[in-house]
């Protein structure tokens, strides 16, 4: 499974941005995908995710400010980002996994797309 994520830029505090993510190659393995962001000097964390199924999961910072979708006709998830805030700077990665019992967590995902780079200016 190959992803391609895109999207990322420069935006002023208040904002909006949305992230793309492209799933290709043995894409019947994936149950569900997720963002992860990563500030410089700090840990991955998670963000959002997505099964097919449609359900969603989010980290508590940005609930209510984030919002992810899937068109799974092109194997594609989404993060529109909206009332964005300095801290909310960061590498966004997305990830594809199947184990939905560790989808908050970095274990829950076997592949990772390169980062796509947020800055939110204040």
């Known amino acids: 499974v190959q992803l391609q994520a895109s999207g990322g830029g420069l935006v002023q505090a208040g904002g909006s941005l949305r992230l793309s993510c492209a799933a290709s190659?043995?894409?019947?393995?994936?149950?569900?995908m997720g963002w992860f962001r990563q500030a410089p000097g700090k840990e991955r964390d998670f963000v959002a995710a997505i099964n097919w199924s449609g359900s969603t999961y989010y980290r508590g910072s940005v609930e209510g400010r984030f919002t992810i979708s899937r068109d799974n006709t092109n194997n594609t998830v989404y993060l529109q980002m909206s009332s964005l805030k300095p801290e909310d700077s960061a590498v966004y990665h997305c990830?594809?996994?199947?184990?939905?019992?560790?989808?908050?967590?970095?274990?829950?995902?076997?592949?990772w797309g390169q980062g796509t780079l947020v800055t939110v200016s204040s």
């Open positions: 990830a594809a996994g199947d184990n939905v019992r560790w989808v908050r967590y970095i274990r829950g995902y076997s592949y």
């Open positions: 190659g043995n894409t019947v393995s994936i149950y569900h």
